[in-house]
């Protein structure tokens, strides 16, 4: 009896159940101390963190969906940073009562689960369509490239939902995720109460109007957002941009919405696309330029930096994409397809050490396990270190969990013998079994 094994494609559909290991050297970056702030800053992160608070309920109210609650509540409204607005009883009353009320109706605990299951089935397989072999991936001068922007195009977990909204809805029952007219009607009446705190606020530190938003233009930014034709939803973007210039989350939508133009016409039209590409730069740099520390971890911010590092070149703007991948690591610690983009870019740029220290993380995780460990041992074999690729393929062999086809991926790619005659010693004479339990009847064919 021969044992044949197969050396499979450079992705695998099935899931690898995660094996022990060390911690990788490297060290997370950290945050530098933010300094005090003045009255007036205060007061202005207060309005903002009034303002997000405001859309938040408005998007709940207007999508009229659980999950979205969930999503706001999660990644906006419980993660607002109290330590940097305002101390004034009034106003923390008030955003404890809305946690209170949105705590109140959220989704009971797993019935989202599925959801979260979706968004990184996504982005699996994103990775997995632009991958068709392991010869074209690597035949490629930068692979890791076209692996990050296929993350990149599903965008990040906070995202995901809405945009998939409407699918979602045609899949499942609206009405079970729907809320009740209670719940419409407690919403209503804290959207209300946010916008006099944050009149009040504008009206005692004598702010331009700009800063706070009306319940017109939310109304109106929500529904731009919605607009699915990229063309029309710019045109709203720019003539509204007067309005919302002091609202970074209006330049995340007005970069993100002139990327897609550029992705549209990158292939195509060579002016359209330069002149797209600028545009969402600006838009990138505009939303920094505005950008308070109102969350304590900022989706919006984490996917203005995700966004922008593909559009610049890994050579000439190397540090640019080093500050970026910083602040994406820094802003998403709990979103697992944002730290696989970070890993890979950090890949394409030559930073190994920090590339196989996030890939470890999401393998801790149980997150692609599969994909990351053979991404972790390319890491390893980038960074030139033949030693660490040796040590690696022990660490892969002790496990009982590896797969045979993990290792002759390993094998294959570092093209080195001496894990080849490691690989010898772990493989066991195979004998057939005869038994009943298998035929039935011995000997019986």
């Not at 290991?21 to 003045?38: F, I, K, R």
């Not at 008030?94 to 946690?99: H, I, K, T, V, Y």
């Not at 994103?126 to 993350?151: D, E, R």
């Not at 022990?394 to 570092?414: C, F, H, N, P, Q």
Request: charged share 30%.
């Amino acid at each position: 009896m021969k044992m044949t094994v197969i050396l499979l494609s450079i992705l695998v559909a099935a899931p690898l159940a995660s094996f022990a290991v060390e911690p990788d050297v490297a060290t997370a970056p950290t945050t530098p101390a933010l300094p005090p702030v003045a009255d007036d800053e205060v007061a202005m992160r207060t309005i903002l963190a009034l303002n997000y608070c405001q859309v938040s309920i408005s998007s709940i109210m207007t999508f009229n969906d659980k999950i979205i609650l969930d999503n706001e509540y999660e990644n906006i409204i419980n993660n607002i940073d109290m330590e940097h607005i305002t101390k004034d009883a009034e106003i923390k009353l008030l955003f404890n009562d809305l946690m209170d009320v949105l705590t109140a109706y959220k989704c009971r605990e797993g019935d989202k689960e599925w959801a979260l299951k979706d968004y990184e089935k996504r982005v699996d397989d994103a990775i997995y369509s632009s991958l068709p072999s392991v010869q074209s991936v690597f035949a490629s001068a930068n692979p890791y490239v076209i692996l990050a922007a296929a993350v990149q195009q599903v965008g990040s977990g906070y995202f995901n939902y809405k945009r998939n909204l409407s699918q979602y809805q045609r899949e499942r029952d609206k009405a079970l995720w729907e809320l009740s007219k209670d719940a419409m009607k407690e919403l209503n009446v804290l959207h209300k109460s946010m916008f006099n705190a944050a009149w009040d606020m504008a009206e005692k530190y004598k702010f331009p109007e700009r800063y706070r938003l009306t319940t017109e233009q939310i109304g109106k930014y929500i529904e731009i957002t919605k607009i699915e034709d990229l063309d029309k939803r710019l045109e709203q973007l720019e003539y509204r941009k007067d309005e919302f210039g002091a609202y970074p989350p209006f330049w995340y939508y007005y970069g993100r919405t002139a990327h897609d133009l550029f992705d549209r016409y990158r292939t195509s039209d060579n002016d359209k696309a330069k002149y797209y590409r600028q545009l969402a730069l600006d838009g990138y740099a505009e939303f920094e330029k505005t950008f308070r520390r109102i969350l304590r971890q900022d989706p919006f911010y984490s996917s203005v930096c995700m966004n922008r590092i593909m559009l610049l070149d890994p050579v000439a703007d190397k540090q640019r994409i080093r500050d970026d991948l910083a602040i994406i690591c820094r802003e998403s610690k709990h979103d697992n397809p944002m730290i696989e983009f970070a890993a890979l870019q950090y890949m394409a740029i030559g930073e190994y050490g920090e590339a196989k220290r996030l890939f470890r993380v999401l393998l801790a995780m149980d997150y692609q396990t599969a994909m990351n460990q053979r991404f972790l041992g390319d890491a390893f074999i980038e960074s030139t270190d033949i030693k660490a690729v040796h040590s690696y393929s022990d660490e892969m062999l002790k496990s009982d969990k590896t797969r045979m086809e993990d290792i002759l991926y390993l094998v294959g790619r570092a093209k080195d013998t001496t894990i080849m005659n490691r690989l010898k010693e772990q493989i066991v004479e195979v004998r057939p079994d005869w038994s009943e339990d298998i035929l039935g009847k011995a000997g019986e064919v």
